[in-house]
């Protein structure tokens, strides 16, 4: 009887599209190598972000800087907290690698078990948020209370919660509303786009990047992404926050295939020199936001088109690492010293709870930086005090809350491996 030849593979090399091997040659089992730079990048990644929102909200750092109080001098010792909300394109970057590294390595078939898959994404996203999610919305209740009564309270910046703000955060689509997207808690908007891009993954992403390629699949979701905002023609409330994410996401789930398919194209790919032409995109990246929220008069949508180089480079120098720790490609003495001080003890740690962290800190920056403009303290030095204050109360909140909450989900989830 004939074998029927599965979508996209090639006959004549034994390998698909997708650089994985034919199931009936023998493999090698790396799906699940550990590769440590990649939790040091997230958990530094997490500290960043709450540094962004420290910047934001305590001295205003969008925009022009001379024009909130921080003058030239503040700029260049604060000035990079202000790019912090990048460390959220590095999170979709990483997802994107580790969610494709073990169909890189031995998928069989263009789309996982979608009743496994989703189990697995929601047994790692939903225990943290909704836990966040019902304290965040006791903590605006009780503080409300506050306000109303003491004059101690009456200056903080406290809105109102409502019905539609819970519900719409229930179903994680609060990242479609405008007026509604950074209520609660402003940072769980990002959660919801994740979420989503997960729903993609196996019912769009993977089958059109069997079809076309590795290079087109990034062109055709850059080319999706950039179209998103005809949303909003649904009317003046409508938006889809985080075009970039997309983008991201694709770019880590390639980076994947550089490392771990064992197809002889992506072998050849792994000789490129990833950590020049990275840092090499992250420079220009970085220039064309540096000219963009510096300018007033900058176009909104342009920033996404001036990201997109600073994506490819995120990708690449997370392609140069995974290629260094994994030992298939040799790396500088300098980088190989800081893939592995991203992969130390401490970083790892620092990665185990970096989604709590990333979860918890907004509200902690919100109240601090407000007392903090209460004491009319210097911009610069307010930034630096309430950086540590709340990275000094964040980190071991967030660490008491992965091990309450996460932990016990995260060790279901290990069991349906």
Partial sequence: MRKVKRLGEEESTGFNQLGTPDPQLPKKDSSRVHLGFLDGLRGLSAVWVLFYHTFTFVAHGRGSIKAHGIGIHGLFFAGWMGYGDLGVRIFLVLSGFLLMQPLAVKGHSAIPDLKRFFQRRCLRIMPGYYAVLIASSLMLFIFLKLAARSATFSHLPIPPITIQQIVIHLFMVQNFSRSLQNTINGPLWTVGTEFQIYILFPLLFLPILKRVGPWLFVLAVIVFSSQIHW????????????????????????????VFSPHPSYQGLRKIRWTVYGFILVVIGLAGLVAFRTNPTSVPVAR???????????????TAGALIESGKAAGSQLGGKLVKGLGSPAMVGLAGFSYSLYLTHHPVVVLLSAFASKAHLPALLSVYLVSIIALMICLPLAYGVSLIVEKPFLAKRQASR
């Fill in 231 to 258: 949303i909003e023609l649904l009317g003046p409330d409508w938006i889809w926050n985080g075009p970039p994410f997309p983008v991201c996401f694709a770019v880590g789930m390639v980076a994947a295939l550089v």
């Fill in 304 to 318: 996404y088109y001036l990201e997109l180089p600073l994506i490819l480079g995120i990708g690449c120098l997370v």
